[in-house]
C-alpha cells in the first residue's frame, strides 16, 4: 500500500495469540451518565461513578478528597444497580483534568475475591449489551427514510 508520498505500509501477519495480549484491550469502561444506584463508598463517603469496567471505576473527585495516584483504598463498597461488593482493596492509578475544571480519579481493584470478579464482570457485562442496544436502536432510528405528507 503507497501513501500520497510514494512510500509504502507494509503490514505482517500476527503469528502467536501471546503478542496479542500486548496490543488488544481487554478491557472497556462504560459510562453511567444518568444511572442511579451506581456508586461506591469510600471511607464511608458516597460517590457517584462516572464509568465502569471489569477491573475498575472511575469518579469524579470532590474537594474534600485528597486522593493521589499511588494511594491504596481499603474496604471499599461498591454499588453496581442491585448488585453490592463489599471490602473491596483498589489503587488510585490516575487523576486527571475532567470538565468544567474538575478532577476525574481512575481506581483499579487489586486482588478481588472471585465472587466480586463475577458480580463485577456480570454487572459490566449487562451494561455493554444495554449501551450497544440503546447505541444500535438510537442509529437505525437516525437512518430512517424521511416521510413527506407533500
Not at 28 to 44: G, H, M, W
Not at 89 to 102: D, F, L, N, T, Y
Not at 107 to 114: D, N, Q
Not at 132 to 138: D, G, I, P, Q
Request: glycine content about 8%.
Amino acid at each position: 500500500m503507497d501513501d500520497n508520498h510514494g512510500e509504502s505500509i507494509e503490514f505482517h501477519e500476527i503469528s502467536n495469540d501471546s503478542q496479542l495480549n500486548d496490543i488488544v484491550r481487554n478491557s472497556f469502561r462504560i459510562p453511567l451518565i444518568a444511572k442511579e444506584n451506581y456508586s461506591v463508598t469510600i471511607d464511608n463517603v458516597s460517590h457517584p461513578l462516572m464509568d465502569v469496567s471489569e477491573t475498575g471505576i472511575a469518579l469524579e473527585l470532590t474537594r474534600e478528597m485528597n486522593l493521589m495516584v499511588g494511594d491504596t483504598l481499603s474496604g471499599c463498597i461498591l454499588f453496581l444497580g442491585d448488585e453490592t461488593v463489599e471490602d473491596l482493596k483498589g489503587a488510585v492509578v490516575h487523576i486527571s483534568p475532567g470538565m468544567e475544571q474538575r478532577r476525574v480519579c481512575g481506581i483499579r481493584w487489586l486482588e478481588p475475591g472471585a465472587i466480586a470478579v463475577q458480580t463485577i464482570e456480570s454487572t459490566v457485562r449487562g451494561l455493554r449489551k444495554e449501551l450497544l442496544y440503546k447505541n444500535r436502536a438510537s442509529t437505525e432510528e437516525g437512518s430512517g427514510a424521511i416521510e413527506n405528507d407533500g
